[in-house]
């Protein structure tokens, strides 16, 4: 495991770390020398991906926790810190689906999908960036969506990921000055559990599922969850401090 000397002081943290992309970033992120908190309301899945990232000798933490309770938010975040050290890097990747079409969605379906990803973000940004603001450095990465764009059966979830481009900006705006950037990762179609559990849900295998959709992609391939790591990778790092407020579709193809 390669380690900056850059990183090596520095501590990320990862939310819906559990599984497919936030443990494909976790484990980039321990990679390129940071210390990893992984949030997860799994908290299984966050434990073993701590545990392979210090049996590789790194250092990270895994905590299990609602991302959209302002406690568990508050006490998991002053947890990393106390065995970490101040948390400077933030990804918000937390999620989850509920799809359904418009006259099918019921108030919970809403509500469940605009906690965790935006009230989620919310809070989570909000306790990191004391850490951020007192370090004068820092970089916060949301994961939005190419769905932000619209997609049918997800108006929760395009409303949250849309929602979640113009809460980077604003943060861009806000925390720029001290030091902090904030940018967005929008993927395209990453094959993960939940595009799996997508193709269950229309009735489709999901070798399928994933062959139609890598032929409506320019690049004639899904997506994995290193594709997006390796784009956090650098919009985290020193290279990337001039580059804030952007959203970056990764989805094999221009996005309008």
Request: zero cysteines; proline letters at 2%.
């Amino acid at each position: 495991m390669r380690r900056s000397p850059v990183t090596a002081s520095r501590v990320a943290i990862v939310t819906g770390a559990g599984r497919g992309i936030g443990a494909a970033v976790a484990r980039r992120l321990a990679s390129d020398g940071f210390a990893v908190g992984l949030l997860d309301l799994d908290e299984a899945g966050v434990k073993q991906g701590a545990e392979a990232i210090v049996a590789d000798g790194g250092r990270a933490v895994g905590v299990a926790l609602d991302v959209s309770d302002a406690g568990q938010v508050e006490a998991a975040v002053t947890r990393v810190a106390e065995e970490l050290g101040a948390p400077t890097v933030l990804i918000n990747n937390a999620g989850i689906t509920r799809d359904n079409l418009l006259f099918k969605m019921t108030e919970q379906d809403w509500d469940s999908v605009l906690n965790v990803h935006l009230r989620g973000s919310f809070l989570m940004t909000r306790e990191v960036q004391k850490y951020q603001t007192q370090e004068k450095w820092g970089r916060i990465v949301n994961l939005s969506s190419t769905s932000a764009l619209g997609n049918r059966g997800q108006v929760n979830y395009s409303a949250a990921k849309a929602g979640m481009q113009g809460f980077t900006k604003t943060l861009a705006i806000e925390l720029g000055k001290f030091g902090v950037t904030a940018n967005a990762i929008a993927p395209g179609f990453i094959a993960t559990d939940m595009t799996a559990a997508t193709a269950e849900r229309v009735g489709m295998s999901f070798e399928d599922f994933k062959a139609a959709a890598a032929s409506q992609i320019p690049v004639q391939r899904v997506g994995t969850p290193e594709d997006i790591a390796n784009v956090a990778s650098f919009l985290v790092s020193e290279g990337a401090g001039f580059v804030s407020g952007q959203v970056i579709y990764v989805a094999g193809g221009p996005k309008d």
